[in-house]
């Protein structure tokens, strides 16, 4: 069954750094683009950054371009994601996903970010 | 940037009855849209894929339709479990975007 088990949340102060990780499992990592996805409390899913299978392209939403990156090692079938200059409006459940081309197929626990002075 | 509009954003039913959730994209997505379910406390999962293709373990009662800009997730006669947040998603064009979400809830 696939896996994907994120770790690295926490709280942080206002223009500190954090680094997500996701440990993913029962499946070819190598394969597939992954992909980072966020939940606000008391909004809805937004899309935060996507990697290729190689990690040759990233992509990501206009809000986090220049703060945060992803990044993976095919090696260890880990994906990251690294963030600086955290904001409040950083504050959200972080899903790492598994995304099949079109959609994500399969979602992990989540890792809560809490970003606050 | 494509913008999908779930309506409506609450709908309040009772087990049993049929639950009709729609998802309007600002341009077409050819068939490239997918449905995900979220409970309370829960991580999303994946309903629907390619507009009508359930997902492994999905029940039969959940079905998709539609293609270009308008999307359509059907629940033929809600279960108690069914009361959750459902989300559509295209990943067409980047940005990767989501609807607002609609929020099934019992009525």
């Known amino acids: 069954e696939v896996q994907l088990v994120e770790f690295g949340g926490g709280l942080v102060q206002p223009g500190g750094s954090l680094r997500l990780s996701c440990e993913a499992s029962?499946?070819?990592?190598?394969?597939?683009?992954m992909g980072w996805v966020r939940k606000a409390p008391g909004k809805g899913l937004e899309w935060v950054a996507d990697?290729?299978?190689?990690?040759?392209?990233?992509y990501y939403v206009d809000s986090v371009k220049g703060r945060f990156t992803i990044s993976r090692d095919n090696a260890k079938n880990s994906l990251y994601l690294q963030m600086n200059s955290l904001r409040v409006e950083d504050t959200a459940e972080y899903y790492c996903a598994r995304d099949n081309g079109r959609h994500y197929d399969f979602w992990g626990q989540g890792t809560l970010v809490t970003v606050s002075s | 940037e494509i913008v999908l509009t779930q309506s409506p954003a609450t709908l309040s039913l009772s087990p049993g009855e049929r639950a009709t959730l729609s998802c309007r994209a600002s341009?077409?997505?050819?068939?490239?849209i997918a449905w995900h379910q979220q409970k309370p406390g829960q991580p999303p999962r994946l309903l629907i894929y390619a507009a009508s293709s359930r997902a492994t373990g999905i029940p039969a009662r959940f079905s998709g339709s539609g293609s270009g800009t308008d999307f359509t997730l059907t629940i033929s006669s809600l279960e108690p479990e069914d009361f959750a947040v459902y989300y559509c998603?295209?990943?067409?064009?980047?940005?990767?975007?989501f609807g607002q979400g609609t929020r099934l809830e019992i009525k």
């Open positions: 990697i290729k299978n190689d990690g040759s392209d990233t």
């Open positions: 998603q295209q990943r067409y064009n980047w940005p990767i975007t």
């Open positions: 029962a499946f070819t990592f190598s394969n597939h683009w």
């Open positions: 341009q077409s997505v050819s068939s490239y």
